[in-house]
Structures are given as C-alpha cells and as structure tokens.
C-alpha cells in the first residue's frame, strides 16, 4: 500500500504518520519527491484494510496495491478456473449453453422446452421457482413443486439444472433438487444469502446486479469463496441505463474485464440484458466474442402465454438457430462445449 501526502504536510504530520504505520506492526519507506512525499508500506495489505488511513492529518491518498477480492483474483489463482457442474465444465475453454424458461410452470412447459434445447445443443436447464418479481401479485413461481418438476425434466433430459435461491431459508431445500444455484441481480449484495450458499458444496451463478461494479460484483463472488465453495461463475445480464429502448445495457466489457481480474468463469446473459428477442443473438456472439464462458437464455415454446419474462422469450427454434451460430463461433475460438455424460 501506498500513502500519497498532502503538499503542505508538516514534519510533525510526517513523524506522526510513520509512526502510527509502525505501531500497527508494519514497515515503512520513505520518498521525498520536489513536490510530494510518499510512503510505502510494507506488509500484508488486507491486514490494514479497515484501518482508515486517510483519516491521519497529513495523507492525501491511500493508493492500495492489490485488488481487495484476495481468493478471486488472478493473483491468487493465475490459471481460469473450471467449475464442473454434475458433469458440464464451464471455463478454461469449456463453454455455457444455458436455456430454459424464465419460470416453471408445469411439467408440460418444462418438458417441451427442455427437450428443444437439449436438441439445439444446451447443456444446462434453467427455470426460476422462486422469481424476484418487482410486483407482489406478479407470478411468484410454484416454489418446491417447481424445483421437483426442475429436476425430474432435467434428469429425463441428461441436463443440469440451475435455479435461483433468494432467501437463505431456501438454500437447504434448493440444495435439494438443483445442481446449481442462482443469486440473481437483486441479491448480488445479500450478503447473508451469499454466506449460507459459501457454505454448500454447489456451484454458484452469481449475477450482477444492475448497479453494481466489476468490484463490488467480484467481491459477491469473495464472499463465496471466502465459505469454503469455490465454485462461482460469475454473469453479466446488463446494468440500468437511461435509454429504455432495452431492458437494461448490456455490458460486455465486463467479461474481459473479469478475466483481466479474476481467475472466474464468466458468462453472458442477453435474455435481461436486451429484454428484445431480436437483439439477443448478436449479443450472445458478441459475449462469446468477447471470451465470455458461456451464455444463459431464456426460452418459452409459447412466449404469449409465459407467466414471467415472455416478451424476451427466444421460441425454441429461434434458440436453435442463435445455438447454431454459437457452436460456429465456439469451434473458431477452439472452445467445447460439453454435454453431461448420461450413465
Ligand atoms: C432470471 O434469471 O430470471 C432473473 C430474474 O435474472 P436477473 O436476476 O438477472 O434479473
Ligand atoms: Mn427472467
């Protein structure tokens, strides 16, 4: 870490500072520039994290060295993790193909859709049974009726399953059925829900939320990491912008941004990010362009009739045709996509 002084810090200041510094159990290093003195500090940085340095009379600015997301970042971990999901890897050129629904809502719209990705190519099911409706009396999802119909599709069609978990009371029971959880963008920053999932021996989607920065998104996925799962892949479905002729702005730049950072999987998803079916395949290749890990989209065999988010549903042969051209685009990268192994 480093200390940038004020111009006019006295020798009193000065004195004062390196003392303090010294009496926390650290080294310092001195440098007189004409204009501005620093100082170096020697020592494990995150130990002094807390610590409110800046408020010491006399210290401009405190300039930290390493990223504070210690277990995410490239630092710890230089190689790309690979996070195996009942068989399907993602990361470390090991592709994503997640569809499904926005929310089960029967068997039957499970089954249908599920078998029409499956054939296009998918290799994850999702489907929401506890959805974050922004209305109360908006479809809540069936709850652990759907999380049943979630897996017993899922395992009919040799397809992992992930579904969102937002209440840290859900976790056992979602534990239950999926092979993966969701933390969706409203929860990205419910820290005791990100706990109570660090906890369990499950791979986690962490999206990111519509407000939040490539920090705060990898400091979610730190405090996962931080409970012992090391299994996190990290999503970009679009931050809030001003122009609403989409859903929210799909920011991809965060995906080269993760990996410059972090030794996470990270992958796109469209679906929330455009809110329009038209725009989702071009941005699900511009995602895969951009090195993302895989791509999550949201199908619906009749969108009119979806009970949540059917108006950026993909119909299944929309899916099958933007599958098409991410396969394409996957062997160009020299990326797989594995499909689970059924025994
Ligand atoms: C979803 O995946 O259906 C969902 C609610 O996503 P997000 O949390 O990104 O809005
Ligand atoms: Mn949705």
């Known amino acids: 870490m480093i200390l940038v002084l004020k111009p006019d810090v006295t020798d009193e200041?000065?004195?004062?500072?390196?003392?303090?510094?010294?009496?926390?159990?650290?080294?310092t290093h001195l440098s007189r520039g004409t204009y501005r003195t620093i100082v170096g500090v020697i020592g494990d940085e995150s130990q002094l994290r807390s610590t409110p340095l800046s408020a010491i009379e006399g210290v401009a600015e405190v300039v930290p060295?390493?990223?504070?997301?210690?277990?995410?970042?490239?630092?710890?971990?230089?190689?790309?993790?690979?996070?195996?999901?009942?068989?399907?890897r993602i990361?470390?050129?090991?592709?994503?193909?997640?569809?499904?629904?926005?929310?089960?809502e029967s068997e039957e719209q499970l089954d249908a859709?599920?078998?029409?990705?499956?054939?296009?190519?998918?290799?994850?099911?999702?489907?929401?049974?506890?959805?974050?409706?922004?209305?109360?009396?908006?479809?809540?999802?069936?709850?652990?009726q759907g999380l049943r119909i979630l897996r017993d599709v899922g395992r009919k069609h040799g397809l992992p399953t992930v579904?969102?978990?937002?209440?840290?009371?859900?976790?056992?029971?979602?534990?239950?059925?999926?092979?993966?959880?969701?933390?969706?963008?409203?929860?990205m920053q419910n820290f005791t829900l990100l706990t109570e999932v660090g906890r369990c021996n499950r791979?986690?989607?962490l999206k990111r939320g519509m407000s939040a920065t490539v920090?705060?998104?990898?400091?979610?996925?730190?405090?996962?990491?931080?409970?012992?799962?090391?299994?996190v892949v990290l999503c970009e479905r679009g931050i809030k912008g001003f122009d609403p002729s989409t859903r929210?702005?799909?920011?991809?730049?965060?995906?080269?941004?993760?990996?410059?950072?972090?030794?996470l999987p990270v992958i796109v998803d469209p679906s929330h990010a455009t809110g329009k079916p038209a725009l989702i395949p071009a941005c699900a290749l511009a995602g895969l362009a951009a090195g993302a890990d895989g791509v999550h989209i949201e199908v619906h065999h009749c969108p009119e009739k979806a009970l949540s988010d059917g108006a950026q549903a993909l119909l299944p042969e929309q899916y099958a045709e933007v599958a098409r051209q991410m396969m394409r685009l996957a062997e160009l990268l020299g990326k797989t996509v594995s499909q689970r192994v059924v025994q």
Request: charged fraction near 15%.
């Open 13 to 27: 200041q000065l004195a004062h500072i390196l003392e303090r510094i010294q009496s926390l159990g650290f080294r």
């Open 65 to 88: 060295i390493l990223p504070p997301y210690k277990l995410a970042s490239v630092e710890a971990h230089p190689e790309p993790s690979i996070v195996d999901v009942s068989g399907v």
């Open 91 to 104: 990361g470390g050129g090991h592709l994503a193909l997640i569809a499904g629904p926005c929310a089960v």
């Open 113 to 144: 859709i599920a078998a029409a990705v499956k054939a296009a190519g998918a290799n994850i099911l999702r489907g929401g049974a506890y959805k974050p409706r922004t209305s109360p009396y908006s479809f809540q999802g069936l709850g652990e």
């Open 163 to 187: 579904t969102e978990v937002m209440d840290p009371r859900h976790v056992d029971v979602v534990a239950q059925y999926a092979d993966m959880f969701q933390i969706g963008a409203r929860n």
């Open 203 to 205: 791979p986690v989607l």
């Open 215 to 231: 920090e705060d998104l990898l400091m979610s996925a730190e405090y996962i990491l931080s409970q012992g799962n090391s299994q």
């Open 248 to 263: 929210n702005v799909f920011d991809v730049a965060l995906v080269p941004q993760v990996h410059l950072r972090s030794h």
